[in-house]
């Protein structure tokens, strides 16, 4: 499977503009640019997008694992809090800190911990991220 999104740009490195597609089209000539990642500028900016991906692939990935496991969840909340910072002469993504808020029925928090610690490290974009991922998982009523 592969799946395409693609970027513009145009000008300098602060006063430049960008926009950002994905192939779906869910975003199409989305902005972005230095203010939005760099201050509080309008758009999104890469490591929102980084983010928004990570939260969504654990969520499905504790989905199945949890599937594989026997139980179903009536809800998975996950956010994803990248961190973007100043490494030698460069910036480095960090972090991924997630969040996870989960109703699961009929499990308890051990199996439910240990389901979500094999996700954190399993679900494909925790793999690509060179980048210490934490997790606090937390099993809700």
Known sequence: MIKNGSAA?????KEGT???STETGVLK????????????GPGTNPEELIAAAHSACFSMALSGGLGK??????????TAAVR?????????????????????PN???????????QTKS???VSKVLNAKISLSAKLTK
Do not use: Q
Request: some cysteine; aromatic content about 10%.
């Open 84 to 104: 973007l910072e100043k490494v030698g002469d460069g910036f480095a993504i960090t972090h991924s800190d997630l969040v996870c808020l989960a109703k699961v």
């Open 69 to 78: 496991a026997g139980f179903t969840a009536d809800s998975i909340e996950t």
């Open 107 to 117: 499990i308890d928090e051990k199996t439910f911990m240990e389901i979500a610690e």
């Open 29 to 40: 000539n989305a902005p972005f640019g230095f203010k939005a990642r760099f201050e509080d």
């Open 18 to 20: 960008g926009t950002i």
């Open 9 to 13: 740009w145009k000008g300098s490195l």
């Open 122 to 124: 399993g679900c494909p």
